[in-house]
């Protein structure tokens, strides 16, 4: 293993929020590495790490199996920061009182700074700062030597430091967004207390996963499943940059694709990328498949498990010893499916690529794109290459329009709901609309409305119209479009689809609704 000499370990507790640190670090240019907390002693002393980050999890430091603290972590002289659940473990074996709370604090709060040395380094003294807590125990009293650095009402001791140990704790979470000043916090501990430098880039993170790809894979040869969104272009490329022709990209047609999408797939990857691209028509057998199906878990299922037949059938057309797989699966895919590195964070729900695979795959996994967030992948695409069109797509769901169709898919819906998505999207481009959204679709309801045309009464079908802007798909808000736009766009789908008599726009936000309706 390589050294970390210019580089952050951060030891994984189960948090929600563990790669949100880590982005942070790498936001602020330092590379950083995510290990589970049961990493060797040995291991960390050898990697030599400029500093340690503990993250948060949803244990007491009292629950009989709630991870430890690594015996020897606090005196390899390496700084430590502490954060939340990794706050109680360092207070605990520093000596410091931690206690059960009754119920978890939870959401925003103020934390009022009480140095302005360390951690809190450019802030003023008695600034009070909003944070965002998420936790159960708390710390009630400090051991001789430790400076306490931060008070909110709920938290008398919300942060604490013993700078000449190298010993950085708060209780609160500085990597999400609502602490405002977070950012701040974590250059301070990189750049002030750990002394690294800004130095790591996109590059560096494609020179990394290059030499990774080529170890992994040898001389053998590689499939890469492509749907023409940014994550699968961006992992294809990516692959390509470190095995050349040794990969082959397989596109689906799944007969739930969008209007026209097959052509710019094509065009795009053929003419600009020179890509071994093969595009199978596996139509027919897919909507077979989701024949009656209405349960949007089962529609999943099934579309993951006849990709994988269409890929193993593809694999034995390409020939030779392909034994792996690419997909570009995406940090959010990971954690709204399952447990990170079989940690303890909690699963919250089975979705997306990863959850809907068969069991018993048969080909080895290469997902290079699997801790970071979509606008950096989007970055890395840019740095690859890939053409704007390709990088700035919005996103499109693996299952395509079969999860916009609410209930049983039929072609006469998939023709329906093509129709008017591309009529949306078409009004959203030439409103000059479309980078500033982050996704935008159209959904078909199982539902059908009066209506009046000419003379007559109408019994149709109901279209839902979405469009959200966000960071990273985890939390989304409904996009405000000017009314004339939103009006032209209902005109154009009633006046032009036939079968659909009304449009809905839809004003949730995630959470607590999704994006896709499903
Ligand atoms: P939700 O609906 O969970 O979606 O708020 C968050 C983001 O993930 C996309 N999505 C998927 N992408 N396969 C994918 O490749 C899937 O099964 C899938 N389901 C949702 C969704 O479009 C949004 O961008």
Sequence with gaps: MSDLAHGILILDYGSQFTQLIARRVREARVYSEIHAPSLAIDTIRARRPKGIILSGGPNSVYDDDAPQLTAGLLDLGIPVLGLCYGMQLVARAAGA??????????????????????????????????????????????????????????????????????LYCVQFHPEVHHTLRGADIIRNFLFAVCGCSPEWTAGHFIE???????????????????????????????????????????????????????????????ANLGLDLRVLDASDLFLSRLDGVEDPEQKRTIIGHTFIDVFEQAAKD?????????????????????????????????????????????????????ELFKDEVRNVGRELGLPEEMVGRHPFPGPGLAIRILGAVSREDLAILR???????????????????????????????????GDGRTYEKVVAVRAVTSVDGMTADWFPFP?????????????????VNRVVYDVSSKPPATIEWE
């Excluded at 934390?111 to 809190?120: A, D, K, Y």
């Excluded at 470190?242 to 047609?253: E, H, K, S």
């Excluded at 034994?323 to 699966?329: A, D, K, P, S, Y």
């Excluded at 990170?340 to 959850?355: C, D, E, L």
Aim: one cysteine or more; proline letters at 5%.
């Design 208 to 270: 990394e996963q290059v030499r990774i790809i080529r170890e992994r894979v040898g001389s053998r040869r590689v499939i890469c499943g492509l749907s023409g969104g940014v994550d699968s272009s961006v992992a294809a490329a990516l692959v390509h940059r470190a095995i050349g022709d040794q990969l082959t990209c397989i596109f689906v047609d799944h007969g739930l694709l969008r209007e026209h999408e097959r052509d710019q797939v094509e065009r795009v990857f053929r």
């Design 97 to 166: 009182r931690v206690e059960q709370a009754g119920a978890r604090e939870y959401g925003r709060a103020e934390v009022e700074v009480r140095t302005t040395n360390g951690l809190f380094r450019g802030f003023a003294p008695g600034e009070r700062t909003p944070v965002w807590m998420s936790h159960a125990d708390h710390v009630t009293d400090l051991p001789g030597g430790f400076i306490h650095s931060g008070a909110s009402a709920n938290s008398p001791i919300a942060a604490f430091e013993a700078p000449g140990k190298g």
């Design 318 to 370: 390409v020939g030779g010893d392909v034994r792996f797989l690419v997909q570009g699966t995406l940090y959010p895919d990971v954690i709204e499916s399952v447990s990170p590195r079989g940690g303890p964070s909690v699963t919250i729900k089975t979705h997306h690529n990863v959850g809907g695979l068969r069991p018993n795959l048969p080909f080895e996994l290469v997902e290079p794109l699997r």
């Design 419 to 453: 129709k008017a998505d591309a009529i949306y999207l078409d009004e959203i481009r030439d409103a000059g609309l479309y980078d500033q959204i982050w996704q935008a679709f159209a959904v078909l309801l199982p539902v059908r409305a009066v209506g009046v045309m």
């Design 483 to 499: 009314p004339e736009v939103i009006g032209r766009i209902a005109n154009r789908i009633i006046n032009e689809v036939s079968g």
